[in-house]
């Protein structure tokens, strides 16, 4: 759950006042999970998007400050789709980091939606981005690697790895932006698309749509079957593990969509 922009020790409003001057009005994100705080901030020179974690210990991080430290690490590298991290603040136990504020909606993956161009567009940037060396040892297939052996699932081509449709903002005169890098990181090029599989039948597509939405892409039709049949069995499987922690509707929604589409891929054979 969220905390209240309330919450913020007066050490830490007075270090992000620093760079936004007084502050006006704020206003809470309505999207997203991977911080304590996400909410834009109205100050005296503008708008911003801050997003703010609490650490567990003075010197020790929690995942949600360790999420925020990827996200401002990785941002410089991928400056054509996210919006730029102006400052970073640490302090009273405290990480915050303050980027550009877009106006922008979020994406529309319903079957036939014109959004769906953009998405592809998106998609066939970051399959040709070189990999920033930031994330060289950042592999997305150890998600699962508890799971089986995952080693088909590896590779070397950048991943957002979670493009759902509000880290996927659409603005004036096509304007694109990819929002909330926590997951990013290296692996096979398919996996992109498999991430994005359960986001696609969530939003209406049948199995059979979906994957053949996903089939423009070059990565997914070279894919070896066996390694997309063995992705979408531990993606099930990490997800039902899930939500015996994680009840909220979303979650469990997400964990019946992963197990459809496994279930569908077994049929398949």
Request: glycine fraction near 6%; hydrophobic fraction near 45%.
């Amino acid at each position: 759950m969220r905390s209240d922009w309330t919450d913020l020790p007066p050490e830490v409003l007075g270090a992000i006042k620093a760079h936004t001057g007084p502050i006006r009005r704020v206003e809470p994100a309505l999207a997203g999970n991977h911080a304590d705080i996400a909410a834009t901030v109205h100050g005296a020179g503008g708008r911003m998007f801050v997003k703010a974690a609490r650490k567990v210990a003075p010197n020790k991080d929690g995942a949600e400050v360790r999420s925020l430290r990827w996200e401002a690490a990785i941002n410089p590298h991928v400056s054509e789709y996210a919006p730029c991290l102006h400052w970073t603040v640490e302090a009273g136990g405290w990480l915050a980091l303050g980027f550009e504020h877009v106006q922008a909606r979020h994406s529309d993956y319903t079957p036939g939606s014109a959004d769906l161009d953009a998405l592809a567009k998106v998609i066939d940037g970051l399959q040709s981005h070189p990999l920033p060396d930031v994330l060289e040892r950042k592999r997305v297939e150890r998600r699962w690697e508890f799971l089986a052996d995952v080693s088909p699932l590896a590779g070397n081509t950048l991943l957002h790895a979670d493009l759902n449709p509000a880290n996927v903002l659409l603005g004036d005169a096509s304007a694109v932006y990819v929002v909330d890098w926590t997951f990013a990181g290296r692996g096979a090029p398919f996996l992109e698309m498999a991430l994005l599989l359960p986001w696609l039948l969530k939003a209406g597509h049948t199995f059979a749509e979906a994957e053949r939405w996903v089939s423009r892409f070059p990565a997914w039709t070279s894919a070896d079957p066996a390694a997309v049949d063995l992705f979408a069995r531990v993606f099930a499987d990490k997800w039902q593990a899930n939500i015996v922690t994680n009840t909220a509707d979303w979650a469990l929604e997400h964990a019946a969509a992963a197990q459809r589409w496994a279930m569908y891929r077994r049929g398949r054979h």
